[in-house]
């Protein structure tokens, strides 16, 4: 058999930061950096936990219900805390919130420039079935005058500096954005490494799959439903395939590097949907414009919308343009 011999030049994901913060020169503190690389060790520790979760009776309830009232799992609890921990102690972060926690965490004392919104371990439903989970996360700069308050994440997504999400799956994947295009990392167990293996991530124009938990058909609205007959029984006879895992990290990330179309919609039931703005929509719709996609609610561009509630929902249609704007042309004709 052939001998390949291993590559001698790897990115690490500290090395691509780095990198990033060199190019914007001295308008860079490097605080970013120190961040994203704090952000780094958190999905290393959690990867870990996940893995091990069944071994070490991780899984399971964890006896509490968070502030949406859903119960919280053995592993949400402690995947929060390992987050709130580590970016309290980067010293960079001065305002965080959680999925898990019912009030923004205002950092006492922080000099810190940044907020954080995170899902510490997102799509919960899935871990004690062994599949795939992930952490969300995003990064607003704290403005000026405003140290230390909420206001500082009630802001739009197109004011993230940062954005990405680590998914535990097959393979642990970490997925970056900081405004440059968007870019993908595995971990290395070996090393104890994020490598650069998916660099400059474009989601293709259109693609031939659509991700959406149409068992919800009954409560929709009609331009989500025409949308999806659409699809499903085209004039071409080509139907589009389904694919949904119930994890958003991973239906997303299949959708960046396949492309086709996600969609969590508003219907009679959930007048918002149920995807969380700050920490799920916006740093989802930021990575998929960064890679050529497009993310609407339907009627309006996903990092417009200005939230007034931490843990504020909305509707969410992402992935290949062209198919995203088949989406907006039902939405248009019924509005
Ligand atoms: P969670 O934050 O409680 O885990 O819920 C968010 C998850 C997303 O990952 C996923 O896209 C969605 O909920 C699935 O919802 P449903 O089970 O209603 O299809
Ligand atoms: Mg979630």
Do not use: W
């Amino acid at each position: 058999t052939d001998f390949e011999a291993p590559p001698t030049d790897l990115i690490t994901l500290t090395r691509h930061i780095l990198k990033q913060q060199q190019e914007l020169g001295e308008r860079a503190s490097g605080d970013l950096t120190m961040l994203l690389v704090g952000i780094q060790v958190t999905s290393k520790y959690i990867a870990s936990n996940v893995r091990k979760a069944r071994l070490i009776n991780l899984v399971g309830l964890a006896g509490a219900e968070n502030v949406q009232g859903e119960d919280q799992k053995k592993l949400d609890v402690l995947s929060n805390d390992i987050m709130v921990n580590a970016l309290r102690a980067s010293g960079k972060v001065s305002v965080m919130v959680s999925e898990e926690i019912d009030e923004a965490i205002i950092v006492k004392g922080s000099k810190g420039t940044y907020c954080v919104v995170f899902d510490p371990l997102d799509g919960s439903s899935n871990i004690d079935a062994g599949v795939n989970v992930g952490t969300i996360f995003g990064v607003y700069k704290v403005e000026e005058g405003k140290q230390g308050t909420v206001e500082n994440v009630l802001r739009p997504g197109k004011e993230m500096v940062a954005a990405g999400y680590t998914m535990y799956g097959s393979s642990c994947n970490l997925v970056l954005t900081t405004g440059q295009g968007v870019d993908g990392f595995t971990l290395d167990e070996a090393l104890g490494e994020f490598i650069l293996t998916h660099p400059d991530i474009r989601i293709p124009d259109r693609g031939k799959i659509y991700s959406f938990n149409e068992g919800n058909s009954l409560h929709f609205y009609p331009p989500t439903l025409k949308y999806l007959e659409s699809i499903k029984y085209p004039a071409n006879g080509k139907p589009y395939s389904a694919r949904y895992i119930g994890s958003m990290v991973a239906d997303v990330h299949r959708t960046l590097l396949y492309g086709g179309i996600f969609g969590y919609p508003d219907d009679k039931k959930s007048k918002d949907g149920k995807l969380r703005m700050l920490y799920e929509a916006f740093p989802m719709a930021f990575l998929t414009e960064q890679a050529g996609g497009l993310a609407t609610t339907g009627t309006q561009r996903i990092l417009d919308v200005i939230p007034t509630n931490i843990h504020g929902r909305c509707p969410v249609f992402l992935g290949s343009k062209n198919d995203v704007e088949d989406v907006m042309k039902f939405y248009a004709e019924y509005d």
